[in-house]
């Protein structure tokens, strides 16, 4: 579940530089935003233009929101050019795949409804995470989950001596955590904090990290999990992506592994330990960037 409770209000509605790396050179091409997130967000529906209109000089048909895809020249960063306000990710995510939720999406979206039934169900890869993460923790850590929605997807969930939930969402989370709140956050010191499929969904993903940053203590480890998406895992040898991704849904971010690194060290923090995962999701062979990251000077061995 995407966090926005500490998104930054000093944004462009319209980016004209990188949100990771903050370079200005960016390359354009057109696109549509998906009529569910078009609705959703800024209440938005698509219209069918007929001659009852009058209008002269434009052609009848199907009109979608406009926007466009932007691709960083520098890190790669391939990325949707609005980026929402505060107020527009709440309208998105409050009540993340809850009915109202779920009845407009299965509107726009037919055969939406069985696969978040299997959504809620929880990944299937867990243990490849607590693998990754094993050597660098205690054998019991506290952990924060920034963003993890119920916890039924977070790591060492049953060994955990804390795991506590930050979700904007105020979902009903599993029984061996604790929802907390945006004043809870500095109280207490993580061994681990997650953030884990959050970062593709925000608008200021240098921000959220920085935010996550002013929480950890020289021995946390933060654990970033973002998805390799199979348009640039496909496309790896074809520079000019943004002209091949012509919709935009959830994720607004698609991130090259350069962004990731560059994301990291622009917030302030270290790569103690990078791999790329292949997942089965929806039955076939999918990519996740894992990365540990620590403060500076608890960083002995990082990259």
């Known amino acids: 579940m995407p966090d926005i409770a500490l998104a930054t209000n000093d ?3 319209i980016a004209s530089y990188c949100v990771c790396c903050g370079s200005p050179h960016l390359h ?9 997130i078009s609705h959703r967000v800024f209440d938005w529906q698509p219209v069918a233009i007929d001659e009852s209109w009058g209008l002269r000089t434009i052609r009848s048909g199907n009109a979608y929101s406009i926007c466009n895809s932007l691709r960083c020249g520098e890190c790669g960063l391939l990325f949707l050019d609005i980026r929402f306000s505060d107020k527009e990710l709440g309208n998105l995510y409050s009540n993340y795949r809850g009915d109202a939720y779920t ?20 990944i299937q890869y867990v243990p490849e995470i607590e693998e990754f993460l094993r050597s660098m923790i205690p054998v019991a850590p506290g952990v924060l989950d920034w ?45 681990l904090i997650i953030c884990s499929n959050v970062l593709e969904h925000v608008p200021q993903p240098k921000t959220l990290v920085r935010d996550i940053a002013a929480t950890m203590t020289n021995s946390t480890v933060l654990y970033l999990e973002i998805p390799y998406e199979d348009l640039l895992v496909a496309s790896r040898d074809n520079v000019a992506t943004e002209t091949l991704k012509r919709h935009w849904h959830e994720h607004i971010n698609f991130f090259t ?5 560059a994301l990291v060290r622009s917030s302030g923090l270290v790569i103690t330990a990078f791999r790329i995962l292949e997942v089965p999701i929806y039955g076939k ?18 990259e």
């Open 147 to 191: 963003g993890g929605d119920t916890g039924v997807n977070t790591p060492f969930k049953h060994c955990a001596s804390t795991l506590d939930i930050y979700d904007i969402g105020s979902p009903v989370v599993i029984p061996e955590a604790r929802l907390i709140d945006k004043t809870q956050l500095r109280d207490i010191d993580y061994d």
């Open 103 to 122: 009845r407009l999406r299965e509107h726009y979206e037919p055969g939406y409804s069985a696969r978040n039934d299997a959504l809620r169900q929880g």
């Open 28 to 36: 354009k091409s057109p696109a549509v935003l998906m009529p569910f």
């Open 257 to 261: 592994e350069t962004a990731v690194r």
């Open 11 to 13: 944004y462009e509605r």
């Open 285 to 302: 062979p999918s990519f996740m960037f894992q990365v540990a990251c620590t403060l500076p000077m608890s960083a002995e061995g990082a």
